[in-house]
Every structure is written in C-alpha cells, then in structure tokens.
C-alpha cells in the first residue's frame, strides 16, 4: 500500500481535514488526519491495518503481542494484531503515566509490536514504548498508520509508518499569521480525563 493508497482511505472517509488543530503533542498544524472516520469502517481498517501487519512481518518478524496506547491506538492496535496472529492489548494514563492495567501484562522478553494511530512527534510512542520495557517487553518496532513527522518523530524504537507525510507542525507561539487568524479546534485525546 503506497502513501497515495493511504491517503485515499482517509479522503474518501472524509477524515483528511483542513483548518486550525491543536495536535495531541500541543502543537498546532493546518492538517488534521482524524482517523477515527477511517476505523469506524471496518473495510477500511482491515485494509490499512492488514497492510500494516505485512510491513511489520517484512521489516521485524514474528511478534509476539501488539502493544497500543488508549485511546487513538486501540482499533489499529486490534486489527493490526488481528493479522499477525498475536494478541491485541493496550496501555493507559494513570497518574500521568502510561500503564497496563485491566488485568493486561506481558510476559518479560515478549517481542512487541507497539501500535499507534498517527504519530506527529512521537511523545506517546516513546511513552508507550518505555511503559513495555518498564514491564521486561522487547520493542521490535514502534508502527503507525501515519508518521505526519516526515520521519523525524523518534518514537523510542525502529519505526515503522504504513504512510509518510510532512505536515506543518508549530508551537503556540510560533504560529503563521494564516493559521493564527482561524479558531483552533482540539481534537485528540491526550487531555481525556480517565
């Protein structure tokens, strides 16, 4: 699946949005991909997510658990695991931190696949990646539908991004007259209270 593929699943779902985002990182961009009018269709998930897989396998092996952060990561997190075979759980904020709980573990050494959504500096895969390791995982890979970073997220371990974008990206105060002059809406969920 090429970057085009990608984007076409997220135009046609009507999620490749335009305007004035408040990202999860804090900062602020003109593109918001809102994945979440991609997953609620299934077809389109198993579409993405089964590509995912195939790039994992390629690039890493076989895996022994999928990995993911709540809430963004859980849909891609499942179906990508779906596909590799392997279990699908997720991590949570705790306290500020990322953290298994709801009875999830992994056994120390596990081959992980950690799974995001769409990554834009990195901040929760690099999170989500020291959660497993603070547990004895192995993170073979930090993977994500899109890496919106051009590939300069660090995300904590070898990235593996379905579709590579660079998106503009800036600090609150460091935004473009154009940007700054339209209503920022803030769509993510980082700041969900659990």
Request: net charge negative; with cysteine; charged share 25%.
């Given at each position: 699946?090429?970057?085009d593929?990608?984007?076409?699943?997220?135009?046609e779902?009507?999620?490749?949005?335009e305007?004035?985002?408040?990202?999860s990182?804090?900062l602020?961009s003109p593109?918001f991909?809102?994945k979440?009018l991609?997953?609620?269709?299934?077809?389109?998930?198993?579409?993405l997510?089964?590509?995912?897989a195939?790039?994992?396998?390629?690039?890493v092996?076989?895996?022994?658990?999928?990995?993911?952060?709540?809430v963004?990561?859980?849909i891609?997190?499942?179906?990508?695991?779906?596909h590799?075979?392997?279990?699908?759980i997720?991590?949570?904020?705790?306290?500020?931190k990322?953290?298994?709980r709801?009875?999830?573990?992994?056994?120390?050494?596990a081959?992980v696949?950690?799974?995001?959504d769409?990554v834009?500096?990195g901040?929760?895969?690099?999170?989500?990646?020291?959660?497993?390791?603070?547990?004895?995982?192995?993170?073979?890979?930090?993977?994500?539908?899109?890496d919106?970073?051009?590939?300069?997220a660090d995300?904590g371990?070898p990235?593996?991004?379905?579709?590579?974008?660079?998106?503009?990206?800036?600090?609150a105060d460091?935004?473009?007259?154009?940007?700054a002059?339209?209503p920022?809406?803030e769509?993510?969920s980082?700041?969900?209270?659990?």
């Amino acid at each position: 699946m090429t970057n085009d593929d990608v984007l076409k699943e997220f135009r046609e779902a009507g999620a490749l949005r335009e305007g004035h985002f408040v990202l999860s990182s804090g900062l602020h961009s003109p593109v918001f991909l809102q994945k979440n009018l991609v997953f609620m269709h299934p077809d389109r998930a198993e579409r993405l997510c089964r590509a995912l897989a195939r790039l994992i396998r390629e690039r890493v092996g076989q895996v022994d658990v999928c990995v993911s952060p709540a809430v963004g990561g859980i849909i891609p997190g499942y179906e990508t695991a779906r596909h590799l075979g392997v279990p699908s759980i997720y991590i949570e904020r705790e306290g500020g931190k990322l953290r298994f709980r709801r009875g999830f573990g992994i056994e120390p050494g596990a081959r992980v696949a950690m799974i995001e959504d769409i990554v834009s500096t990195g901040l929760s895969s690099r999170e989500s990646v020291e959660a497993i390791r603070e547990v004895g995982g192995e993170v073979v890979c930090a993977a994500c539908i899109v890496d919106r970073s051009g590939g300069k997220a660090d995300p904590g371990a070898p990235m593996i991004a379905l579709a590579t974008l660079e998106v503009p990206a800036y600090p609150a105060d460091a935004l473009p007259a154009a940007l700054a002059s339209i209503p920022a809406e803030e769509p993510g969920s980082r700041r969900l209270v659990a």
